[in-house]
T-cell receptor
């Protein structure tokens, strides 16, 4: 059975800290891995990763995929209170591009 | 770019009525749209996948006669919850994949359905 596991499930840090969120997966027919941020509404897209070892960056956020070890990490540097959210990892599988979701990491950033 | 809208954002209805939710891709053509529901503090649960011009593919356990999906154009999919009951109250979210063929699903803002 396809599965995606995120860790930690919950994390609280102080503003300015750097955090690393983990996502490991066991799936068949891997296509790509997606990171999303979910606040009160629906998820907003952060990154799509398809190739190993190529870091994607957007401001203070960055992510990388290791297809040999079957995991990805999402880094957030110099965290701000606005980074408080649930960070979701999802793996795209198969020709119908179905998403296999992790349970998410709930990040709280205190001032 | 890649904006998906949903309408309405919130709806309250009486038990037994039907509710239609629209999902639109505003600045791209979406060959595939997905419908999810999400319960509080839980992951998104895929209900069905709809491809433009063809019948939707429903996930196991989702009643196709209760949750009618129509994907009539490359920018619009609708979900109709028929004969709604209180247990259908949930947060319904759609997503769309661009016809440019990436894997990224762009999500609408969601619709909060409350059935009294």
């Amino acid at each position: 059975e396809d599965k995606v596991v995120q860790s930690p499930l919950s994390l609280v840090v102080h503003e300015g800290d750097t955090v690393t969120l983990n996502c490991s997966y066991e799936v068949t027919n891997f296509r790509s891995l997606l990171w999303y941020k979910q606040e009160k509404k629906a998820p907003t897209f952060l990154f799509m990763l398809t190739s190993s070892g190529i870091e994607k960056k957007s401001g203070r956020l960055s992510s990388i995929l290791d297809k040999k070890e079957l995991f990805s990490i999402l880094n957030i540097t110099a965290t701000q209170t606005g980074d408080s959210a649930i960070y979701l990892c999802a793996v795209v599988v198969g020709n119908n591009r179905k998403l296999i979701w992790g349970l998410g990491t709930s990040l709280g950033v205190n001032p | 770019g890649a904006v998906v809208s949903q309408h309405p954002s919130r709806v309250i209805c009486k038990s037994g009525t039907s509710v239609k939710i629209e999902c639109r891709s505003l600045d791209f053509q979406a060959t595939t749209m997905f419908w999810y529901r999400q319960f509080p503090k839980q992951s998104l649960m895929l209900m069905a996948t709809s491809n433009e011009g063809s019948k939707a593919t429903y996930e196991q356990g989702v009643e196709k006669d209760k949750f009618l999906i129509n994907h009539a154009s490359l920018t619009l999919s609708t979900l109709t919850v028929t004969s709604a009951h209180p247990e259908d109250s949930s947060f319904y979210i759609c997503s769309a994949i661009s016809a440019a063929s990436t894997d990224t699903q762009y999500f609408g803002p969601g619709t909060r359905l409350t059935v009294l």
